[in-house]
C-alpha cells in the first residue's frame, strides 16, 4: 500500500518537501504581475522577480565588500544594513 501526501504552497512560501520513498511532485506556477516584472527567459513565473534577483545580486557584491573589513567591524556594518533593509523594505516583522 502507498502512502500519498500532498502539498500546496502559496505564492511567498518558503517550502521544501523530503520524500523518502518514490513519488511525483507537479508544480504549478501563476505568474499574478506584469510581465516586466518576471526574467524574460522564465516561461513559467517560478524565478526570482528582476527586481528581487537584481537586489541579491547587490547584496552579494555589499557583503563581498565587507569581508574586506576585520570581523568587528564587518559584523556591526552587516547589522546596520540589515537593519536599514528592514526598516525600509519590509512591512510586517515575524517573531
Known amino acids: 500500500m502507498m502512502n500519498w501526501c500532498a502539498c500546496v504552497c502559496v505564492a511567498l512560501w518558503f517550502h521544501n518537501v523530503v520524500n523518502t520513498e518514490s513519488g511525483v511532485a ?3 506556477f501563476w505568474r499574478q504581475l506584469p510581465a516586466d516584472q518576471y ?3 522564465d516561461t513559467y513565473g517560478n524565478k526570482d522577480l528582476v ?3 537584481r537586489a541579491g545580486q547587490i547584496i552579494d557584491r555589499a557583503v563581498k565588500l565587507l569581508d574586506t573589513l576585520p ?3 564587518r ?3 552587516a547589522r546596520k544594513l540589515i537593519a ?3 526598516s525600509r ?4 516583522t515575524h517573531s
Open 71 to 73: 570581523e568587528e567591524y
Open 26 to 28: 507537479v508544480n504549478v
Open 51 to 53: 527586481a528581487a534577483a
Open 89 to 92: 523594505a519590509c512591512k510586517h
Open 39 to 41: 526574467d524574460q527567459s
Open 75 to 77: 559584523d556591526f556594518y
Open 84 to 86: 536599514r533593509i528592514q
